[in-house]
């Protein structure tokens, strides 16, 4: 069975929405009452908080930048890796371009291609004797521990 709603009469409503809204209005004024003293106060110290709040924020940004993942220190250190590395560069450069250099002489100077040849190869010409030195020998580690005390 479907249930019947009885419906207040316009005066009954009205009755229960003014009585709602005294109730409501008083608990404004207190609600009001309990934060007026405080918001004025905040709006007393608005500039000490917004120069802590920005003092705050300059002291997060300068450790962020001072020492962020793309820091002054992180900064520092690559500039130093980098201008190693172009130093290295500049001695690869300068062995390349000596390196060039030899083998454009062992290509076209016979002087040289003769100079190689005796040194690597032990070549001769006609008539000519090479005499070689013997390679040295490795000292040998001594046999116990007590001879080397």
């Not at 003293?37 to 300059?58: D, E, F, G, K, N």
């Not at 690559?78 to 500049?90: H, M, T, V």
């Not at 062992?106 to 001769?124: G, M, N, S, V």
Request: proline share 7%.
């Amino acid at each position: 069975m479907p249930k019947i709603r009885i419906v207040p009469s316009p005066e009954a409503r009205l009755r229960t929405l003014s009585y709602g809204a005294d109730h409501a209005e008083a608990l404004a004024k207190k609600v009001l009452g309990a934060t007026e003293p405080v918001l004025q106060r905040l709006y007393a110290l608005r500039t000490r908080i917004a120069t802590c709040a920005v003092s705050i924020l300059a002291i997060w940004l300068f450790a962020h930048v001072m020492l962020g993942s793309n820091g002054m220190v992180v900064y520092r250190a690559k500039r130093s890796e980098y201008q190693q590395l172009q130093k290295e560069i500049k001695v690869l450069q300068k062995d390349n371009a000596q390196f060039s250099g030899q083998i454009d002489q062992l290509k076209t100077d016979p002087k040289r291609i003769e100079k190689e040849a005796r040194e690597q190869f032990h070549y001769a010409r006609p008539g000519e004797v090479i005499y070689v030195s013997p390679v040295a020998p490795a000292p040998r580690p001594l046999a116990n521990r007590s001879a080397s005390k």
